[in-house]
């Protein structure tokens, strides 16, 4: 099932402890989605602080990746689903996490599987 999250806001862009990685802050208060991921220099030197992006979120590939600044398949490690949805996962062996407050039942079919898409527009 796909999550589709227009005008979600690039919150920070953060030096991590480790030299050329970077901490990639991504929330949409309205949809109650946030997001963190860690991502070399090159990936992240693309996005700006403050600036508004859409984020595609599949369990199968999704097929405008082509048009992305970012595309990419990520492991799940962890799903702690309740009342809210918290996802741990790596993209490239690079740690990824995901929390959704209140996700409807399609959304969090989307994280069923060992392995979701990821897309930022």
């Known amino acids: 099932m796909v999550i589709r999250l227009k005008g979600a806001k690039i919150n920070a862009i953060e030096e991590t402890d480790t030299r050329r990685l970077m901490n990639v802050k991504i929330s949409s208060k309205e949809s109650g989605f946030s997001m963190t991921m860690d991502l070399p220099d090159a990936l992240s030197s693309s996005f700006r602080p403050k600036e508004s992006v859409d984020v595609i979120i599949d369990s199968n590939p999704i097929s405008q990746g082509e048009k992305a ?4 398949e990520s492991k799940i490690f ?3 689903s309740g009342e809210n949805i918290e996802v ?3 993209v490239g062996g690079l740690r990824v996490e995901i929390m ?8 969090k079919r ?12």
């Open 69 to 72: 600044r970012l595309h990419v």
């Open 78 to 80: 962890r799903v702690k």
């Open 88 to 90: 741990v996962g790596s």
């Open 100 to 107: 959704i407050i209140k996700p409807t039942p399609a959304k």
């Open 110 to 121: 989307a994280f069923e599987s060992d392995k979701f898409y990821l897309a930022i527009i």
